[in-house]
Nanobody
């Protein structure tokens, strides 16, 4: 059974940092496109950051560019999201997602991924 489990969320003051982790089990995603999404109350799920299947390319939503960094540790089968200079508008539930097929192009749409985690809450106070 494939599982993605996020952790690392919490309450932080504006300007602070958090590092989210997404531990995968049941199969390896070392050659699959992966991504992070978030959903704030009353809003739809939005793309935050993506990693190409090779890990060579990263891409970000304009709202987080320069503040967030996506990375992956293939040995640990874990995806990360380093979040710096956090703002109250970053408050949301954060989800990781993975493509089930290795080597496919990068994607930014939630519906294009095949596996999703249960989410971890990030709250940024002003």
């Amino acid at each position: 059974q494939v599982q993605l489990v996020e952790s690392g969320g919490g309450l932080v003051q504006a300007g602070g940092s958090l590092r989210l982790s997404c531990a995968a089990s049941g199969r390896t995603f070392s050659s699959s496109a992966m991504g992070w999404f978030r959903q704030a109350p009353g809003n739809g799920r939005e793309f935050v950051a993506g990693l190409s299947w090779s890990g060579a390319s990263t891409y970000y939503a304009d709202s987080v560019k320069g503040r967030f960094t996506i990375s992956r540790d293939n040995a640990k089968n874990t995806l990360f999201l380093q979040m710096n200079s956090l703002k109250p508008e970053d408050t949301a539930v954060y989800y990781c997602a993975a493509d089930r097929i290795a080597g496919r192009p990068s994607k930014t749409s939630w519906d294009d991924f095949d596996y999703w985690g249960q989410g971890t809450q990030v709250t940024v106070s002003s």
